[in-house]
């Protein structure tokens, strides 16, 4: 380990990452990505289920098997996308600065934040839209359960899906200053133009 490295290594895990965000200022492209991808979900969620309740017939077990297959995939995809464009990034962004300081980075804190902040931003982003479609469907898994549910199924897991696009909308509220429930209730408009697309085409194939 060099010696230049070794105070920052001997950080908690946290303290660590956060202080690699703070010098690459990756800050608010975590947030970004975290919300971005989290509304992605919500939405492929949204689509999916808006598609079964209208198609009506489909098993609850081939909804949800349908659903957790769109979540992985979705998590999949946002971590070796956002890990390869990002890990590009950096490394351009450190050749950069070494070029214009005339010296070798790489064992450098700079150095190390480029290898390891792209692992953390292709984590957010991988997470985001996995966890928050895992939320959506949990009606689907207490449905197959026999549990008790305020609505039917499907209904009570499109419930969720507007709940949760209503919080992201929230959260994207407090990090631009704005008002949370305008940026909310922004976030449901959108989400009902989806569903209310979908009802529109699934009509029109409906009378073909």
């Not at 934040?113 to 953390?120: G, K, L």
């Not at 419930?159 to 631009?176: D, E, N, T, Y």
């Amino acid at each position: 380990m060099r010696a230049s490295l070794a105070p920052i290594w001997r950080m908690k895990l946290l303290h660590r990452l956060r202080f690699f965000l703070q010098i690459t200022r990756a800050h608010g492209i975590v947030r970004r990505y975290f919300v971005t991808n989290g509304f992605d979900g919500a939405l492929a969620m949204l689509g999916l289920l808006m598609g079964f309740y209208l198609s009506g017939g489909a098993a609850l077990s081939v909804v949800l098997s349908a659903c957790l297959g769109t979540a992985i995939a979705l998590g999949m995809s946002g971590l070796t996308s956002a890990y390869m464009s990002e890990s590009a990034e950096r490394k351009r962004a450190i050749q950069a600065l070494e070029h214009a300081m005339v010296a070798d980075l790489g064992e450098s804190a700079h150095g190390a934040a480029a290898r390891y902040v792209p692992c953390v931003i292709a984590l957010v982003n991988g997470v985001s839209p996995l966890v928050i479609a895992l939320i959506i469907i949990v009606p689907l898994w207490l449905g197959l359960h026999r549990m008790w549910l305020p609505f039917g199924v499907i209904e009570s897991a499109i419930a969720m899906a507007f709940c949760v696009i209503f919080l992201l909308g929230v959260f994207l509220g407090k990090v631009s200053g704005t008002f949370w429930l305008w940026s909310g209730i922004r976030a449901v408009v959108v989400a009902l133009v989806t569903a209310g697309l979908i009802v529109l085409f699934e009509q029109s194939l409906s009378m073909d």
